[in-house]
């Protein structure tokens, strides 16, 4: 067997599988466990100190900062301003890097109202 050959066969068993395992790994659909997967080249999440995965899974619209401060820590950047405020729990590693996005947008009252969890392709 080539070695063309071989890299044919080995991209079409693994990439169907590395794009179930980020589906699994991330909570991702489809379509963002495919790009995550084929993007993976490009891909430089900064994350949050002690940042855990299944507990920005438990995350729920209605609930308090103090309750999302108790499963997830400090975030890496907090913005407010009289709207509201964003707690960024990961980031890009440069300006031109495709990162998976773990975003908490709160309303005034401090009561979260968007959840962002996606693979951002910059």
Do not use: H
């Not at 379509?31 to 729920?60: D, H, I, N, Q």
């Amino acid at each position: 067997m080539t070695a063309f050959r071989f890299a044919l066969v080995f991209g079409i068993l693994f990439f169907p599988a590395a794009v179930a395992i980020n589906s699994f790994r991330f909570g991702y659909d489809f379509k963002e466990a495919y790009w995550r997967t084929l993007m993976t080249p490009f891909e430089g999440t900064v994350w949050a100190p002690g940042f855990k995965e299944a507990a920005f899974s438990r995350l729920r619209i209605g609930m308090t900062s103090t309750e999302v401060f108790a499963l997830l820590g400090d975030p890496l950047r907090k913005s407010c301003d009289k709207d509201g405020c964003l707690w960024i729990y990961t980031w890009q590693d440069t300006g031109t890097a495709d990162f998976d996005q773990r975003w908490v947008d709160f309303d005034p009252a401090e009561r979260v109202r968007e959840i962002r969890k996606s693979f951002f392709i910059d």
